[in-house]
């Protein structure tokens, strides 16, 4: 079965960097587009970034110069890389893929703190 697992999340003061990683199984990775979203206390999930199965990225106006997704389709895993955190990133951070329906992880906190 389809399986997204997220790490990488913590505490993390103004200015700093974080990486996330979701590491997929279940399904042929290379074939499918991929996405990063955040969820804060009381908002919306929104979408922060994307990457195609050619490895085309897309990024939300908020993030775009801040943060990079990759993807390594050898060892099944797509990244986020942020930098230059602000408190207004606090979140936390989904993957998720579609195949036929959408499939989320477990999401993993991000807190931007000093």
């Known amino acids: 079965q389809v399986q997204l697992v997220e790490s990488g999340g913590g505490l993390v003061q103004p200015g700093g960097s974080l990486r996330l990683s979701c590491a997929a199984s279940?399904?042929?990775?290379?074939?499918?587009?991929m996405a990063w979203y955040r969820q804060a206390p009381g908002k919306e999930r929104e979408l922060v970034a994307t990457v195609s199965a050619g490895g085309s990225p897309a990024y939300a106006d908020s993030v775009k110069g801040r943060f990079t997704i990759s993807r390594d389709n050898g060892k099944n895993t797509v990244i986020l890389q942020m930098n230059s955190l602000k408190p207004e990133d606090t979140a936390k951070y989904y993957c998720r893929v579609i195949i036929r329906t959408p499939y989320w992880g477990q999401g993993t906190q991000v807190t931007v703190s000093s």
């Open positions: 279940g399904f042929t990775f290379s074939l499918y587009a």
